[in-house]
């Protein structure tokens, strides 16, 4: 299939706070193929997380198109676009987000118990998703036993486990230090190497973009050539 | 039910929390079921073919005036009327006034087949009923005091001018076990000039005998100087109840205001408990789960926990007012105190409802709060 992986043409995002308006994103025209590893990057407040959002399906824009494998997901209705993410979309998020309530099992488990998978078919896909990040023999812990760096490896899991074409992860490295940080992405980059996935990282580390194939850069909601890595 | 982990799991997700609501609503469903329960003890009437063929027989003045014994030859000789028992009131102090139960004297040889619910064995009621000074005894009441047969019992007159000295002759068993019988022409031979009967019980022939005979022996005795008021076994029971006023209504209010203040009590836990979780919906609803789905979870949830209640308040009253006798401490004016089905399935039933309630608002709004929104208040 030659056709992108995302396709967003003058996107626009506009948040309204009582009387004011907040213009997160404006004028974005932005192609990923597919297999890309794309690295977002930014200074905060600049839209990294919104332009995210819109490309996971867990936010709206205001207006543009925003196609995402195929479907312009806009025009979905929020269930459509529930299970449209729950085939498609593996997202990552800076604060990690695992049910506290939950095993380290249990938390990959979750977006399964929406498929029609036997337990004993997502036992095994549970499992091959931990093992893939390292942590294979840690499936009984809850969150609080973890350290953030595998918490943040289960959380990975949870995303790919059920195989979605895009995983998109939201400064996923942020809260880790320098060797988890590591960790994460070398998982990142055998995701987009060796299983084809497609990526979508923002980041403000650059070790992080040096792994990146493609670099934006986002300021005040516009989309800028990116600079050199050194400089930035 | 690949779900039921994850319900589970979110119910206990703060231990000390939910045991304290699950015991809140345990003990207001435990207040509730015993007092609905005093209700419906209050308002049990014998059950059965027979007890629906019963009439009551009074003085129209009351139950304090007496009725002169030869209305019972007149009474006896109505068509449809089967058998006509005399009895009365005697109201005696056994050995202590604390130890208050029912006593009756009535004719002995009616007894048994006038009460067909109350079961003896045929020795014991022969035994009773040739022996003038014989009395019987309700199981429950024969424990109470520890009676065995042949016993003898005083009974201190507080209404009569002589005290009775009785004899134990047997222990029937039946709904009501709080209550002693002696003969009536003991009572008449003791107390030489009170040759007059408190009620007269009558069983008649079939259901529209009954309807006939009610009207008909109030009419007979309308001119005579011992007027009648005449009432099926039901009415004459409920009677007694509506002189203590009104229980239904005060049982009521209290019950409605135990039902709203444990409401109130799950419905903050509830709130509280997902307000914790906002971001956890959020994150599920971005693993694809629907905000139906979502909703339908934390029901589960809540409905899990009321439920949890009912069964160690509802069905927990149910099984110890199986153990502990209750009735027993009441002096006879319930004769059972037993939680009926019928209490159960309107716990169960409240349950559910409360589960619902304490919690559809606040799950409903936190569920369709937008993700990113839901997000961006943790960060
Ligand atoms: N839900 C929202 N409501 C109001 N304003 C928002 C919302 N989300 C983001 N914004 C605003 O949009 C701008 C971009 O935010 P964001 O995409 O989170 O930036 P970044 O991830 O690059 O730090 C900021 O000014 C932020 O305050
Ligand atoms: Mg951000």
Known sequence: MSEAAVQLRDLRKVFRRDSMEIVALENIHLEVQRGDFVCLMGPSGSGKSTLLNLVAGIDRPTSGELHVLGEEISRLSESQLAAWRNRHIGFVFQTFNLIPVLTAFENVELPLLLTKLSSKERREHVEMALKLVGLADRMAHYPRQLSGGQEQRVAIARAIVADPTLVLADEPTGDLDAHSADEVLKILQQLNREFGKTVLLVTHDLRAARRATVRHYLDKGLLQDAPPLEMA | ?379
């Open chain 2, 1 to 379: 039910m690949k779900f039921l982990t994850l319900i589970f799991k979110n119910a206990f997700r703060n231990r000390r929390r939910t045991l304290l609501t699950v015991l809140s609503v345990a003990v207001s469903l435990f207040l509730l079921t015993t007092l609905v329960t005093v209700l419906t003890e209050l308002y049990r009437t014998p059950e059965g073919a027979d007890a629906a063929l019963r009439i009551v027989i009074r003085h129209s003045v009351g139950l304090a005036v007496l009725l002169p014994e030869a209305h019972r030859q007149k009474i006896a000789a109505m068509p449809g009327v089967v058998d006509v028992m005399a009895m009365s009131w005697f109201g005696g102090i056994y050995v202590d006034e604390r130890n208050f139960f029912a006593q009756f004297a009535v004719d002995a040889d009616k007894l048994f087949d006038m009460f067909t619910e109350n079961r003896i064995p045929p020795e014991q009621r022969e035994a009773f009923v040739r022996e003038r000074q014989a009395a019987v005894a309700g199981r429950e009441l024969a424990d109470r005091f520890g009676w065995k047969v042949g016993e003898r019992v005083t009974l201190k007159a507080t209404i009569y001018p002589r005290d009775v000295e009785l004899i134990l002759r047997g222990f029937y068993t039946g709904p009501d076990e709080t209550q002693l019988f002696f003969h009536w022409d003991y009572l008449k031979e003791t107390m030489s000039r009170y040759n007059s009967v408190g009620t007269f019980w009558v069983k008649a022939r079939s259901q529209e005998d009954v309807d006939r005979l009610v009207a008909e022996i109030d009419g007979t005795f309308r001119n005579t100087n011992a007027p009648t008021k005449t009432e099926t076994e039901k009415g004459f029971l409920l009677g007694f109840v509506s002189m203590m006023g009104n229980v239904k209504l005060l049982i009521t209010v209290i019950s409605s205001a135990v039902v709203f203040t444990i409401l109130l009590v799950a419905a903050n836990t509830m709130a509280m408990s997902i307000r914790e979780r906002a971001p956890e919906i959020a994150v599920m609803k971005t693993l694809g789960y629907q905000s139906r789905l979502l909703l339908g979870l934390i029901v589960a949830e809540s409905v899990f926990l009321s439920l949890a209640g009912w069964l160690l308040g509802g069905v927990g009253a149910r099984v110890l007012f199986g153990v502990v006798k209750v009735s027993r401490y009441t002096g006879g004016m319930l004769a059972q105190f037993e939680v009926q089905p019928a209490t159960l399935a309107g716990g169960f039933v409240l349950a559910v409802a409360l589960g619902v309630l304490s919690c559809i608002f606040p799950a409903y709004r936190a569920t369709r709060v937008t993700i990113s929104e839901a997000l961006r208040r943790v960060a």
